[in-house]
């Protein structure tokens, strides 16, 4: 069997085991204290929970429906993979730097059931957060499919980083061990948050990373939660057009 059908095949049974467990899968608990947040800085709220070696982060935004239509059209934006670096640019934070050409797609990998899975490429740089100058170093692949919707999201996506090198990407991935997230379009209901109302959109992302380094994990969890909010407020800006 050929290597790309191998990874075709190793992928579509993991998306078919994942789609057969969606209806025990709901979307993230928002971050405490999101309402507050959201009416500070008038678009996101975000928190983070270090357990072990590993973070994980929550954000939560309101979005217009006037720039984001339909459900679909937020999952668009953030698989939009060759526009990153430009979302990371438009970001009134600098936590996040692609390097140049850093954020490509790589040929989408479709299984047996037609079911397809988006590869993308990244290669930034993160600002350490409290450590003036210093910069961490991250590079590797993710694997991005639509499912099912979680119970609560009107439209779901899941990710996961890769663990080694893989064809058409020869290089060790760097910066961070392991990866995993979700991404949903929610119904923005005033009855969970005041700041909702029928004009706006809730989008709940969620990841968990394991760093490169096992120690300070404060800093390093305050850093992927930087570089996380300056992206995906780049990235939800409404002067960026789909």
């Known amino acids: ?15 078919a085991q994942g789609a057969m467990a969606q209806s025990t899968k709901t979307v993230p608990v928002l971050p ?68 140049q050409g850093g954020s490509v797609a790589l040929e989408p990998i479709t299984n047996a059931a037609g079911v397809e899975t988006l590869r993308h490429v990244y290669d930034y740089s993160l600002k350490i957060q409290g450590i003036p100058l210093l910069k961490q170093s991250v590079r590797g692949i993710t694997y991005n ?38 991404i949903h379009a929610v119904v923005c209901d005033p009855t969970v948050l005041e700041v909702c109302d029928d004009s706006k959109w809730l989008l709940v992302y969620e990841t968990t990373v394991q760093p490169d380094v096992s120690f300070a994990m404060n800093i390093a969890a305050n850093t992927v939660t930087a570089g996380i909010e300056d992206l995906l407020v780049g990235m939800l800006d409404e002067s960026i057009t789909n």
């Open 145 to 182: 499919t639509i499912v099912t919707p979680y119970s609560g999201a009107l439209a779901s996506l899941e990710f996961a980083a890769q663990t080694a090198p893989v064809p058409g990407f020869q290089e060790k991935p760097k910066g961070l061990k392991s990866q995993t997230g979700s």
């Open 32 to 99: 405490k204290g999101c309402e507050s947040q959201i009416s500070s800085n008038g678009l996101y709220c975000s928190a983070r929970v270090v357990t072990g070696d590993k973070a994980t982060v929550t954000f939560a935004a309101v979005v217009s429906r006037d720039s984001f239509p339909t459900v679909d059209s937020i999952l668009d934006r953030y698989t939009n993979f060759a526009r990153w670096s430009e979302y990371a640019k438009t970001s009134p934070n600098t936590v996040i730097e692609f390097k």
């Open 1 to 15: 069997m050929k290597t790309k059908q191998l990874i075709a095949l190793t992928f579509g049974c993991l998306i």
